[in-house]
């Protein structure tokens, strides 16, 4: 009984020393208080839910100093609620899904993030980089995921990939898309659901000019128009998905 009673108070005394982060991403970057920025710019673009969610994610987090070098008229744009969907996708491209120490991020050679394309990690003097920014404070821990700040704001490639997209290539965006978004959505994620459809259907209408626009091409841009006027994401990801259903079907 003594022997059980020492193990006991050992349990109590020390067991809660080794528990998990309570504060999820979003609260942890708000208390830590060099995020402001990005907080707010998480706000404005209606990702708290997400990176709220269960994840886990890793996030690349610009300082308040990252974002003092990213151009002002720039940001102050996307601020704005009509650039709500661009704002989305750059802040997704400073996250990926999982948790992604600095130990195993110094192992790999890229990554996806949640917006789409793509970002290089690599190591100079022992410090690591993602594309061009360096990682100034490392593994902060948080129930749902881990925060690593960086010193610059990361600039999306997804945008420059377009350019080179073909018209063949719509069902190939549809299919990437869908495949993308059915377990994002169904995890809870609704609004970086939408926001991943909503660059997919972009990305369509950029190959079509409005006066050769087939009927496929028609149904993508209608679905454009009532997913940007429902405003809620759910509905957003639901019209484009149905969208996107039609135009695959249309070809069978």
């Known amino acids: 009984m003594k022997n059980l009673s020492l193990t006991l108070i050992f349990t109590v005394l020390f067991l809660p020393s ?26 404005a673009a209606g ?18 100093k990252a974002f003092e070098k990213f151009w002002p008229e720039t940001l102050k744009n996307l601020l704005k609620p009509e650039n709500k969907d661009k704002l989305q996708m750059l802040l997704t ?11 195993k991020a110094k192992k790999l ?3 996806e993030p949640l917006s789409g394309g793509s970002f290089e ?3 100079k003097y022992n410090d690591l980089f993602i594309n061009y920014a360096k990682v100034v404070k490392a ?11 960086i010193d610059s704001v990361l600039i999306p490639n997804v945008v420059n990939q377009t350019s080179s997209i073909q018209p063949s290539n719509t069902h190939q965006i549809i299919k990437k898309a869908i495949h993308k978004g059915v377990p994002m959505f169904n995890s809870g994620h609704h609004v970086t659901t939408a926001a991943l459809y909503m660059k997919a259907g972009d990305e369509i209408l950029d190959q079509c000019p409005s006066s050769a626009c087939s009927a496929s091409m028609s149904k993508i841009k209608t679905a454009m128009q009532q997913a940007s006027a429902a405003g809620c994401p759910t509905s957003q990801a639901w019209i484009m998905r149905n969208a996107f259903d039609e135009v695959l079907a249309s070809s069978n």
């Open 18 to 43: 080794f528990g998990a982060p309570k504060k999820d991403i979003v609260d942890t970057a708000v208390e830590i208080g060099s995020f402001n920025t990005l907080v707010s710019a998480v706000q």
């Open 47 to 64: 990702l708290v839910e997400t990176l709220k969610g269960a994840g886990p994610f890793t996030v690349f987090a610009p300082t308040d």
């Open 93 to 103: 491209y400073h996250v990926i899904p999982g948790k992604v120490n600095a130990k």
């Open 109 to 111: 050679r890229t990554a």
């Open 121 to 123: 990690f690599s190591v």
């Open 139 to 149: 593994n902060i821990k948080t129930s749902n995921g881990i925060i690593h700040a």
